[in-house]
């Protein structure tokens, strides 16, 4: 079957390192992969994209990589603050029905 | 949120009844999304739709209908709500392409008793 999967547990973290969050996939070849950002209450937010043929993409603290081998991207943010407290989501568009696929999500807690 | 407003923000409502959840957008965008968000669930879609007067069915459509009249308005009706129902709901914009980055609105919980 195909699945997309976000660890479920929280991650904390302390202030200042860097947080690593895994997406990974099953049965997919997705085209591309973006990353979310939601707080709770809200809508998620747009934060990165990365193609099947990008390796690595970056924003200011945020770092995402992608390969496709493994079926995995992975996101990090960089001196974590504990403004980064939040879900984030990864979702997977998919050339075959034009739609993207998420995940659930993980939690992130940054600790001051 | 992108200029993305939902209506209402909260809705209780009972089992066997109409709802109807409006998405209203200031953006201009040619594609707009519903899709609900359940606890250890990604976004699931329901509907989408890619210009007035055309939609289609996402992962979960049963029990769902849209009506797009105009641009900037995208409405979710649950013909006869059920609890299963219950949910957070999501609308979203895109510019072009169907998967291209996409904006939410601030959501819609609702209630099915």
């Known amino acids: 079957s195909q699945k997309i999967e976000q660890n479920s547990e929280a991650l904390n973290i302390q202030e200042g390192k860097t947080a690593t969050l895994t997406c990974n996939y099953t049965n997919y070849s997705p085209a591309y992969l973006q990353w979310y950002r939601q707080d709770p209450g809200r809508g998620p937010v747009f934060l990165l994209l990365?193609?099947?043929n990008e390796k690595e993409k970056r924003k200011e603290r945020l770092k995402v990589t992608f390969d496709t081998t493994l079926k995995q991207s992975l996101f990090h943010i960089t001196a974590s603050q504990p403004a980064d407290s939040a879900t984030y989501l990864c979702?997977?568009?998919?050339?075959?029905?034009?739609?993207?696929?998420w995940g659930a999500g993980t939690k992130l807690i940054i600790k001051p | 949120d992108a200029g993305i407003t939902q209506s209402p923000r909260h809705k209780v409502t009972e089992t066997g009844t109409p709802v109807t959840l409006r998405c209203h957008q200031t953006?201009?965008?040619?594609?707009m999304y519903w899709y609900r968000q359940d606890p250890g669930h990604g976004l699931r879609l329901i509907h989408y739709?890619?210009?007035?007067?055309?939609?289609d069915k996402g992962e979960v459509s049963d029990g769902y209908s849209v009506s797009r009249s105009k641009t900037e308005d995208f409405l979710l009706t649950l013909e006869s709500a059920t609890s299963s129902q219950t949910s957070v709901y999501f609308c979203?914009?895109?510019?072009?392409?169907?998967?291209?980055?996409?904006?939410f609105g601030p959501g819609t919980r609702l209630t099915v008793l």
């Open positions: 990365i193609r099947e």
């Open positions: 953006e201009n965008h040619r594609y």
């Open positions: 979702a997977l568009y998919m050339d075959s029905n034009y739609q993207l696929i």
């Open positions: 739709s890619y210009g007035v007067k055309d939609t």
């Open positions: 979203a914009i895109s510019d072009s392409v169907v998967a291209d980055t996409q904006y």
